[in-house]
């Protein structure tokens, strides 16, 4: 298996669907070997990580993994250390590939899986070494990350020739599975969908946080990127703190918009209720859920958004838009259009202000989440490999 | 021999529309015209008018012998009014056959019982006026909304001068008892009739099911099981939906057609006979006395309350609505009074079921929202709006009992030319006849004090928005004498 982030060392949602799916594989008995650009000491007890050893740079290596075609030059300038790192991210995807395939030589297997369009060239490359299945993991496409507009032919090409000569695509949501048949010529029946999942253990349910004596807090958590709608959440916010004052927003995350986003909250008179927190990892992230009283997922264009699940985990009230692949597995949330600021401020001012709402929706969602295990995605994948193999 | 005792609910809610929390106290406009008026014209074509035209067309050929019952609810009767009034002249056409009886019930179809029991008496009274005026009848026989029944009820309802209830009579809620047989309601002398669940359902659920064992149902079929009744009890209660024929079971499953024949195939068996729910009552004594002190329904499998309030957004929401009663009905405002009261039809308790919420069925039937939370928003947010036309009600009350006279003493206005004002008309006649430089002393960019007098000493907010919009002192007397003339008409 083919994978450009795992946790602790993930950016987002990749890292953590690559974490949940080996591990419940492992636990049914599929034997994972799973390549990374490089890991960390510590490795997990259930999976044997490989790591390429590709160089690495001592800071914050996660902002690269998840860069968007827009701020590629971005990185070259943070990043200017020539030789070490690579000139830049596709030089890093080259060198992975080249690399994987020594790899994919020297070892056996019986079907190859590959994550995201990063891997996908090592995928392609150790299937016509091995001659085995290529599944393609879709969690992303070239055309969510940008919304349509400015696509990077070059990432595109990858995605579309990868997907060409795999032999299953999977996409995490009939969303994406759309979007892969519409903009990259594929046909249907080689597509399959599994959702993302997620295991709950050990939820912390502490909610004593000083700001909550004083405020009630709305969170947006993601990368704060066109392709996530932080705009949305912002001209959201505006229009709900017209009615209801006592409303501070959170946006946890990093990204390319952070800074014309804090303008716009300036330019629109709010900057002092909307708190930019960067990005969060660990005892943190887990905080910035337990503080919140709703969750809002604005994306413009989400294949699936495993925060909406982490956020029910964490019994908070989730808005989501329709435009996401996790709209297609939740029942117990509010969904609205990316595009419908009116309807979603009416969402959190209603979701704040009618107690009975906020009560029911948790109760439910907390239930319905309860359902969620990585166990039946696992499942999935394992039947996609038999057919593959039979 | 056995009876058959038919009769079918015709009821279509006015659906409630999308409403913002932004549009709190800037739009009463609550309801989903467009939605509604589509879904009633497409009932209409699909169940009411063929299923009309064959139960008339069955009076008529088997001479009378075949009854049926129906309860119409308000909401169902005004939107047929204004959408497909050629239905309501087919049901007057019925009625006037000497075989339909009418029942009553609350007209808004609402779960008033439960909260006020004011406000279900005078909404009974609502219904049992409307069937006078519309088809001249005064139904003897009462069916609560969605079949709601406990004792209670029925003595209530037995007090008002009915002679019958029709209640459900799922099996859990009868033990041993028959729904066959009529009963009396514990502590009451009204009679009660119990749906036959599983006849009654054979029909209205399981007709067009292709999985059932029994499908297709054929009216001779259909008659022999009711035939096997006989002996066994006097009446075989067949309570539905109306949708039931052509709307829940299209008419390609065959329903019309099941319609047109069973009644014949039904009577060539042992005497047997159709009768009225009245005719029930009046005909056959009660085997027993039924204890039912927790309210049942016709509804989901648990036949309790909890497909209306169910879950706390469903207690929460109609809590507050009744809250309201006072308030509502003392505004004499009647449009507020209506808006109050179609917000009272179950239906809109129902869209906020979570329970079914996973499997999809019969909550989601021309359900408006995509989830019950929505549906819940909007009947919050329209909640609040009333809140606000409630004050704006008192608010004008309380300038009206006032509205003309002086204002105290010490409160009078002390013009900067020396003209002093104690109400509403010495303000006219001054600012009609008041120079640039003393209007502009007292209302300029800075401040109003008209304004602020009319607003702080005589509480008249509507004059005081008018006075400060006003670019002149000649516009502002014309918006003190318009505001004079609006309260003299009081």
Known sequence: MFGWEFPPLNSGGLGTACYGLTRALNKKGVNVLFVLPRILDKKPDFLNLVSLDLPVIGINSSLIEYATSKNYPDILRKFPSKGIYGKNLFEEVYNYTEKAKKLAAGLSYDVIHAHDWMTFQAGVAAKEISKKPLVLHVHSTEWDRTGGNNINEYVYAIEKEAMKKADCIIAVSNFTKKKIIEHYSIEANKIQVVHNSIDIEGINQNRNFDIKKHYRVALFLGRVTLQKGPDYYLYAAKKVLEIADDVRFIIAGSGDMERPLMEKAASLGISDKVLFMGFLRGEELDSAYRMADVFVMPSVSEPFGLTALEAMSHSVPVIISKQSGVCEVVRHCLKTDFWDVNELANKIVSVLNYKSLHKCIIENSTSEIKNFSWEEPAQKCISIYNNLLN | ?490
């Open chain 2, 1 to 490: 021999m056995v009876s058959v005792c038919f009769y079918f609910q015709v009821h279509q809610p006015y659906r409630i529309r999308n409403y913002s929390v932004f549009e709190i106290g800037k739009n009463h406009n609550y309801f989903n015209d467009l939605k509604n008026a589509e879904v009633l014209k497409k009932v209409a074509e699909k169940c009411y008018k063929p299923a009309n035209k064959t139960i008339l067309k069955l009076i008529n050929k088997l001479n009378g012998k075949f009854k049926v019952a129906y309860s119409l609810t308000g909401p169902i009767i005004e939107q047929l009014e204004a959408y497909a009034p050629e239905v309501l002249d087919s049901f007057k056409e019925l009625v006037d056959t000497g075989c339909v009886e009418l029942l009553d019930e609350t007209y808004y179809h609402s779960l008033s019982f439960l909260y006020s029991k004011k406000e279900f008496q005078e909404q009974v009274m609502i219904h049992r006026r409307k069937m006078k005026e519309l088809f001249d009848f005064t139904p003897k026989v009462f069916r609560n909304t969605e079949l709601i029944y406990n004792n209670e009820l029925a003595s209530m309802v037995g007090e008002m001068g009915y002679k019958g209830i029709l209640a459900e009579g799922a099996s859990h809620i009868l033990g041993w008892k028959s729904p066959n047989y009529l009963y009396k309601a514990k502590g009451s002398s009204i009679k009660l009739l119990l749906k036959n669940y599983h006849l009654s359902d054979d029909i209205a659920f399981r007709f067009s099911e292709k999985s059932w064992r029994e499908y297709p149902l054929t009216a001779d079929k259909f008659s022999e099981w009711i035939n096997a009744v006989n002996g066994n009890g006097f009446v075989v209660n067949l309570f539905m939906d109306y949708e039931t024929f052509g709307e829940h079971h299209w008419e390609d499953t065959g329903i019309f057609n099941f319609l047109e024949h069973f009644p014949k195939e039904f009577l060539d068996r042992s005497y047997n006979d159709f009768v009225t729910p009245s005719e029930a009552v009046e005909r056959y004594r009660a085997m027993d006395e039924l204890d039912i002190p927790f309210a049942v329904s016709w509804a989901d499998i648990e036949r309790d309350l909890s497909a209306w309030l169910g879950n706390d957004m469903q207690r929460d929401a109609i809590k507050k609505l009744y809250e309201l009663e006072e308030d509502v009905l003392s505004s004499e405002d009647n449009k507020l009074i209506s808006d109050w009261r179609k917000l009272q039809i179950s239906d809109h308790f129902y869209y906020m079921c979570t329970k079914w919420f996973a499997d999809g069925d019969v909550h989601k039937y021309f359900n408006p929202f995509d989830s019950p939370y929505d549906a819940f928003i909007s009947f919050m947010n329209i909640l609040n709006d009333i809140k606000i036309r409630i004050k704006e009600v008192k608010e004008m009350a309380k300038v009206d009992s006032n509205s003309l006279a002086n204002v105290p003493e010490d409160k009078k206005f002390w013009v900067c030319d020396g003209r002093v004002l104690r109400n509403r008309f010495e303000l006219a006649a001054a600012l009609k006849n008041m120079n640039t430089g003393t209007y502009g002393y007292h209302a300029n960019k800075n401040k109003n004090d008209f304004a602020k007098w009319v607003n702080d000493i005589m509480g008249d907010k509507k004059l005081a928005d008018a006075l400060l919009k006003a670019k002149n002192s000649a516009l502002a007397a014309r918006e003190v004498e318009i505001r004079i003339n609006e309260l003299k008409k009081k």
